[in-house]
């Protein structure tokens, strides 16, 4: 790999722009430059830039601040000054690590060629999705298919999850003798995300939860909890039934692009199995 193929997995993967910013800020406290020359005027095209034979191209600064001023900068001047200067830095660092010989130590080596890979998947994922169309029918097929298995109500529960099944079987008796259902979970409920609300629970279809959980939850009537412990992988479980409504599921053309992404990962990943199979892998 030579000393541009570097800059470009580096400056793609963008982690490394911020390791010399220290470098960037010294030059530019060092030098003037009224009139940067990335880019003729805020998101205007950037010039290519060469140092030490080597060509930054001006679209790798474009793409650069492009994905900074998604992010919500600004897109000025200075940032794509900033953005060339950091690329400079990187050029004639990397040069004088491949001047020492640095590139074939095994352990540089390595990590050059995992960069290198990271962008050509990356690359092969854009190109997948841009090339792969998926038909309406399709997509309305999948969407009838989920929305089945949603079934027609949603739920809203209430729970305490605890360690044993013997602490469960506590806290139902308590249950039982009238204890407060909202401060047993606040006291004694591991479940982080939802003991400082008492152990209440959002509106969700069955299938949000654990079969057990779920098979549980809507076994019980309004306002029952469950008399025996319920096991899932997380713990031992009581459950309370707070509520339940018919599900009002989105319309079709309001997650279709969000069906369509899922589609083309879905039969990327496929790709990648398939490829996997073709492949020739020995040291297994």
């Known amino acids: 790999?030579?000393?541009?193929?570097?800059?470009?997995?580096?400056?793609?993967?963008?982690?490394?722009?911020?390791?010399?910013?220290?470098?960037?800020?010294?030059?530019?406290?060092?030098?003037?430059?009224?009139a940067p020359s990335a880019a003729s005027a805020a998101g205007g095209a950037a010039k290519d830039v060469k140092v030490n034979g080597h060509v930054i191209p001006g679209s790798l600064i474009d793409l650069i601040a492009k994905s900074q001023t998604a992010g919500g900068q600004p897109d000025t001047p200075a940032l794509r000054s900033d953005i060339?200067?950091?690329?400079?830095?990187?050029?004639?660092?990397?040069?004088?690590?491949?001047?020492?010989?640095?590139?074939?130590?095994?352990?540089?080596?390595?990590?050059?060629?995992?960069?290198?890979?990271?962008?050509?998947?990356?690359?092969?994922?854009?190109?997948?999705?841009?090339?792969?169309?998926?038909?309406?029918?399709?997509?309305?097929?999948?969407?009838?298919?989920?929305?089945?298995?949603?079934?027609?109500?949603?739920y809203k529960a209430q729970h305490v999850l605890v360690k044993t099944e013997e602490e469960a079987k506590k806290i139902i008796a308590q249950l039982e003798k009238g204890g407060d259902f909202d401060k047993i979970a606040a006291e004694?409920?591991?479940?982080?995300?939802?003991?400082?609300?008492?152990?209440?629970?959002?509106?969700?279809?069955?299938?949000?939860?654990?079969k057990p959980f779920s098979d549980a939850m809507v076994g019980l009537k309004k306002g029952e909890f469950t008399k025996t412990p319920v096991q899932t992988q997380f713990g031992f479980h009581v459950i309370k039934l707070e509520d339940e409504r018919p599900l009002k599921a989105p319309d079709f053309d309001e997650v279709k692009e969000q069906l369509r992404q899922s589609k083309v990962q879905k039969d990327f990943g496929g790709v990648v199995r398939d490829l996997r199979a073709k492949a020739k892998v020995e040291g297994l």
């Open 1 to 34: 790999m030579n000393a541009k193929q570097a800059l470009a997995s580096l400056a793609i993967v963008g982690s490394t722009l911020s390791l010399t910013l220290m470098f960037a800020q010294q030059t530019n406290a060092q030098t003037s430059d009224p």
């Open 84 to 154: 060339r200067d950091q690329l400079i830095n990187l050029t004639v660092i990397a040069d004088e690590a491949v001047r020492l010989g640095l590139d074939k130590q095994a352990d540089t080596a390595a990590q050059l060629e995992v960069q290198r890979q990271q962008v050509l998947v990356r690359a092969f994922q854009a190109y997948y999705t841009k090339s792969t169309q998926v038909d309406d029918a399709t997509l309305r097929a999948e969407y009838d298919k989920v929305r089945g298995d949603l079934g027609s109500n949603e």
């Open 188 to 210: 004694q409920s591991l479940d982080t995300g939802s003991k400082d609300s008492g152990g209440h629970l959002d509106w969700a279809a069955p299938q949000s939860y654990v």
